[in-house]
T-cell receptor, first 113, second 112 residues
Framework: NAGVTQTPKFQVLKTGQSMTLQCAQDMNHNSMYWYRQDPGMGLRLIYYSASEGTTDKGEVPNGYNVSRLNKREFSLRLESAAPSQTSVYFC????????????FGSGTRLTVV | DQQVKQNSPSLSVQEGRISILNCDYTNSMFDYFLWYKKYPAEGPTFLISISSIKDKNEDGRFTVFLNKSAKHLSLHIVPSQPGDSAVYFCAASEGAGNMLTFGGGTRLMVKP
């Protein structure tokens, strides 16, 4: 099915461990995004990539790094996980976001203990 | 400062009645507005949008109204159904190709 695929769906990490969240889209979109959603809060932008080869910080970038590997793939890395990074992470992609919006993946539920 | 605000964190309505979800924005440069619906354990899905050249857009049971002078938009769901129970996010952008700014979400509960 066309869309945005995120892996893994669930992950439990110990404090200090590292991991990479993977995201791939098959809609030939130029722009890709990483958001986190915490209980009772909205979607907060971590990083985005307006086009292949570019990345920029969003609202809450501390503790994260990203890589736009190619047009399809945009990964999010936690170098040293902290309990404050326990959250649900969503990847999204878009082309003309104001008209057709973002297409979101189904999310990665991350718990850091 | 939040540029897009949804001041009601939750809303409860009876099945068959109208649901009205509200959203306010402060950035007068926003000219595209969207609503998303999110079920638990799923990603948000696009619901309906409107551009600033219009003041109303309908899609089946869903209608979005835009009041530019008040910097306010609303989503009307008529009639509401239990399957509409979800979190609804409004979002806005400056220009068709630019990124979206999201509100904090409103949890809608439709009671049978």
């Amino acid at each position: 099915n066309a869309g945005v695929t995120q892996t893994p769906k669930f992950q439990v990490l110990k404090t200090g461990q590292s991991m990479t969240l993977q995201c791939a889209q098959d809609m030939n979109h130029n722009s890709m995004y990483w958001y986190r959603q915490d209980p009772g809060m909205g979607l907060r932008l971590i990083y985005y990539s307006a086009s292949e080869g570019t990345t920029d910080k969003g609202e809450v970038p501390n503790g994260y790094n990203v890589s736009r590997l190619n047009k399809r793939e945009f990964s999010l890395r936690l170098e040293s996980a902290a309990p404050s990074q326990t959250s649900v992470y969503f990847c999204a992609s878009s082309e003309l976001a104001g008209i057709s919006g973002y297409t979101f993946g189904s999310g990665t539920r991350l718990t850091v203990v | 400062d939040q540029q897009v605000k949804q001041n009601s964190p939750s809303l409860s309505v009876q099945e068959g009645r109208i649901s009205i979800l509200n959203c306010d924005y402060t950035n007068s440069m926003f000219d595209y507005f969207l609503w998303y619906k999110k079920y638990p354990a799923e990603g948000p899905t696009f619901l309906i949008s409107i551009s600033s050249i219009k003041d109303k857009n309908e899609d089946g049971r869903f209608t979005v109204f835009l009041n530019k002078s008040a910097k306010h938009l609303s989503l009307h769901i008529v009639p509401s159904q239990p399957g509409d129970s979800a979190v609804y996010f409004c979002a806005a952008s400056e220009g068709a190709g630019n990124m979206l700014t999201f509100g904090g979400g409103t949890r809608l509960m439709v009671k049978p």
